[in-house]
């Protein structure tokens, strides 16, 4: 079985690859806490069928700082159980997520009344480098694509 665990800044875009999975007929969870990681797993190891064969979840900074930095050990254990895991890590330069959070009305997961957007988003950083240093991709969006524009004729 692969596991796909696709983590990353907010407003990176980690729900439009979730997205984008599922319509290649992976079964995906967004947003499960690591602390539950290992009983997915074993879970997904005792079930007969296909469903769990190509599996994404999607892991943010809104766990506990704790389980964040047991990552690596529990990443080690479901690779010793035998299922293939690959880290997908998203990123972005800060003027573009300081830009997309100040043109929508949601607000970063970690932005409190005493602490900035920046100040949030460096936070995050340091709070998912355990992933990060893990990661067998890293996407790092470093500029907005290019509007597309249309001419009807």
Do not use: W
Not at 30 to 53: K, M, W
Request: aromatic share 6%; hydrophobic share 40%; glycine share 6%.
């Amino acid at each position: 079985m692969r596991l796909l665990v696709v983590s990353g800044l907010s407003g990176s875009g980690k729900s439009t690859v979730l997205n984008v999975l599922e319509d290649l007929g992976f079964f995906c969870i967004d947003n499960l806490p690591i602390g539950l990681l290992s009983s997915f797993a074993a879970h997904i190891l005792s079930h007969e069928g296909n469903i769990y064969q190509q599996t994404a979840i999607g892991i943010d900074a809104r766990n506990h700082i704790e389980d964040l930095s047991r990552f690596p050990a529990i990443l080690a254990s479901l690779r010793e159980q035998g299922i293939q895991c690959e880290v997908l890590f998203l990123d972005a330069d800060e003027h573009i997520l300081l830009k997309r959070f100040s043109e929508t009305r949601r607000k970063h997961p970690l932005s409190r009344g005493d602490r900035t957007l920046a100040e949030a988003i460096i936070l995050e950083r340091q709070l998912l480098e355990p992933i990060a240093d893990r990661a067998n991709l890293h996407r790092n969006q470093l500029e907005q694509p290019a509007p597309v524009t249309r001419y009807d004729s």
